[in-house]
């Protein structure tokens, strides 16, 4: 890199850390803190939420996934992506921003009972610190391939930008992140729309990377120009596509309800219009970016052909920014990988702290402390949190693609924990039910991780344990076990149903009942007045969702 890609990426991501130390100094209470003080507009989470969306992973990982696997990705962030967000913030987060909870664990107690609000904080550190790994092995392959970094040069960088991003998180909170995530966000899309220009340049534009794709073929025999349409493409165990975009709906959908990097956001905006606002920005910005990201994949089976070997794809991020870049554009496509893992670290180390104390240590460890002590607990836990990410690298190394690594882990424990959290809202299934579907739908994907990853149970039907059946299957297991529940305990009645009840806790929880009692008031919009028919964002909703339909089985199908 030249001195001038270096000034561009100190000025541009040390201005957005300093900026977080600066608005650090106006956090003084819990609801500070945890939510904000619930005073966030629309433009600014919905900026935060892409820029937590979209990490320095993607920019790797996606377009290596894409050069292996072609472009059914995108429904990830696209219908998924849209689907999850409003199923999130018109249906379910409003129940637990209307209950005055900080996390969306804490709202299991109220539904389900304590077990399940604990055992939600541990899978969801659980699941967001495995994805912290991800960021971080794909920090240190950007490093190797971009700036020719030695191993302990990169490392001790990544050390360095995990120290800054907890300093500034562990001292502001939701306030600091979402406001530097905004920033961020901006140096993201520059960075973004540099490196496509360059690489659709380079492959000589739309109509060019379509004859040759159309020329070509892979290792299989299989035509490349499958690769654009997701309706065409065979993966290895001739999948169904439809099957394929089912799958990553359900993960799309849950990302948005099981990941409190996400439900935080959203229960720290100023009204209930300013949630359903916010996610709607978000995912119209999320789409073109992340679009154009996975199309830098398949076009690399045009512009490097040579990289067949899956493992291999993982650098062609690195080898366009080297190859295709000008001196400056290198310094900002480098600026916005660093800010999409800034703003991502920020936002699961203050999220999973979060859970840690309210969910964890002040339900069930030290239950009588001041908040004084509870937020202490939480700034020290942001950077534990940061640290256990680190644990993953070995696991994630053994995979030939880290999306593969990362998808591995999803139906284990989240998709189970989605379904309840769903069916908790939208029926009324007994208290009992929760961890009932939990246990059923948790060793029902532990059974298929071991089918899948250790050794083969021939007395299994891989219907119900492949990678892509195993999402809908999940839901299936969990889902029944819950309304088998529902029969034998019984339905509850709708009178019973504790979205504004405090949770069941004894007298000497004073933190945890008081913190609450300060978010007791709900804004239904900024607005004095009715919100106008054209800010509806129900009408938004459903154009996003049209979009999405159309993208995925229209264009790209």
């Known amino acids: 890199m030249s001195w001038l890609d270096w000034l561009i990426v100190f000025v541009l991501n040390g201005s957005v850390i300093a900026f977080g130390f600066?608005?650090?100094?106006?956090?003084?209470?819990?609801?500070?803190?945890?939510?904000?003080?619930?005073?966030?507009?629309?433009?600014?989470?919905?900026?935060?939420?892409?820029?937590?969306?979209v990490d320095n992973a993607d920019a790797v990982s996606l377009t290596g996934y894409a050069y292996n696997h072609g472009m059914h990705i995108i429904t990830a962030f696209t219908l998924a992506s849209v689907c999850g967000a409003i199923l999130a913030s018109f249906i379910v987060v409003p129940v637990l921003y209307r209950g005055g909870f900080y996390t969306n664990a804490e709202y299991l107690e109220t539904r389900f009972g304590k077990s399940i609000r604990t055992i939600s904080a541990l899978i969801q550190i659980q699941y967001r610190t495995s994805m912290l790994g991800l960021m971080i092995w794909s920090i240190y392959l950007m490093l190797q391939g971009i700036l020719e970094f030695t191993p302990v040069q990169c490392w001790a960088l990544i050390v360095l930008l995990v120290i800054f991003t907890a300093a500034y998180t562990t001292w502001g909170g939701l306030t600091s992140v979402v406001w530097t995530d905004a920033l961020q966000s901006l140096i993201m899309i520059a960075g973004g729309i540099a490196i496509f220009c360059a690489v659709w340049s380079a492959s000589g534009g739309w109509s060019e990377t379509v004859q040759k794709l159309s020329e070509s073929t892979d290792e299989q025999g299989q035509p490349?120009?499958?690769?654009?349409?997701?309706?065409?493409?065979?993966?290895?165990?001739?999948?169904?596509?439809?099957?394929?975009?089912?799958?990553?709906?359900?993960?799309?959908?849950?990302?948005?309800?099981?990941?409190?990097?996400?439900?935080?956001?959203?229960?720290?905006?100023?009204?209930l219009w300013d949630m359903k606002m916010a996610t709607l920005f978000g995912c119209l910005l999320i789409m073109p970016i992340m679009i154009g990201t996975t199309l830098m994949g398949v076009m690399g089976r045009v512009i490097v052909p040579e990289f067949t070997d899956h493992s291999a794809a993982d650098q062609l991020f690195p080898y366009?920014?080297?190859?295709?870049?000008?001196?400056?554009?290198?310094?900002?496509?480098?600026?916005?990988?660093?800010?999409?893992?800034?703003?991502?670290f920020d936002s699961i180390g203050s999220a999973l702290s979060a859970l840690f104390t309210r969910d964890i240590y002040a339900r069930w460890i030290c239950t009588d402390q001041t908040e004084?002590?509870?937020?202490?607990?939480?700034?020290?836990?942001?950077?534990?949190?940061?640290?256990?990410?680190?644990?993953?690298?070995?696991?994630?190394?053994?995979?030939?693609?880290?999306?593969?690594?990362?998808?591995?882990?999803?139906?284990?424990?989240?998709?189970?924990?989605?379904?309840?959290?769903?069916?908790?809202?939208?029926?009324?299934?007994?208290?009992?039910?929760?961890?009932?579907?939990?246990?059923?739908?948790?060793?029902?994907g532990l059974l298929g991780f071991i089918d899948r990853e250790l050794f083969d149970l021939e007395w299994l039907s891989p219907m119900l344990t492949e990678k892509w059946y195993a999402f809908p299957c999940s839901m299936i297991v969990t889902a029944t076990a819950m309304f088998a529940a529902a029969i034998k305990w019984?339905?509850?009645?709708?009178?019973?149903?504790?979205?504004?009840?405090?949770?069941?806790?004894?007298?000497?929880?004073?933190?945890?009942?008081?913190?609450?009692?300060?978010?007791?008031?709900?804004?239904?919009?900024?607005?004095?007045?009715?919100?106008?028919?054209?800010?509806?964002?129900?009408?938004?909703?459903?154009?996003?969702?049209?979009?999405?339909?159309?993208?995925?089985?229209?264009?790209?199908?």
Do not use: C
């Open 22 to 53: 600066y608005l650090a100094r106006s956090t003084k209470s819990s609801s500070d803190w945890f939510l904000g003080g619930r005073s966030l507009p629309w433009w600014g989470l919905g900026l935060s939420i892409f820029a937590t969306s």
């Open 224 to 271: 490349l120009i499958n690769w654009l349409h997701i309706g065409q493409f065979q993966d290895a165990n001739s999948t169904s596509p439809y099957l394929i975009v089912i799958g990553w709906t359900i993960v799309g959908l849950g990302y948005y309800t099981v990941n409190h990097t996400q439900t935080m956001r959203l229960m720290g905006a100023r009204s």
């Open 320 to 344: 366009y920014a080297n190859q295709f870049l000008a001196p400056g554009f290198k310094g900002l496509v480098v600026a916005g990988i660093l800010s999409a893992a800034i703003s991502t």
């Open 372 to 444: 004084k002590h509870y937020l202490k607990v939480t700034r020290w836990a942001t950077i534990g949190i940061l640290l256990m990410g680190f644990l993953y690298i070995p696991f994630i190394v053994r995979y030939d693609n880290m999306i593969q690594a990362f998808r591995t882990l999803i139906p284990i424990f989240v998709t189970p924990l989605f379904t309840i959290y769903l069916l908790g809202v939208l029926t009324r299934v007994p208290r009992e039910s929760g961890l009932v579907g939990l246990i059923a739908g948790s060793l029902f």
């Open 490 to 557: 019984g339905w509850l009645k709708k009178e019973a149903l504790p979205e504004k009840k405090q949770p069941e806790v004894s007298p000497k929880h004073d933190w945890l009942s008081e913190s609450r009692q300060e978010l007791l008031e709900i804004k239904l919009s900024p607005f004095s007045k009715p919100v106008p028919q054209y800010l509806n964002p129900n009408w938004y909703a459903i154009l996003l969702i049209a979009l999405s339909f159309w993208i995925i089985f229209g264009f790209f199908w």
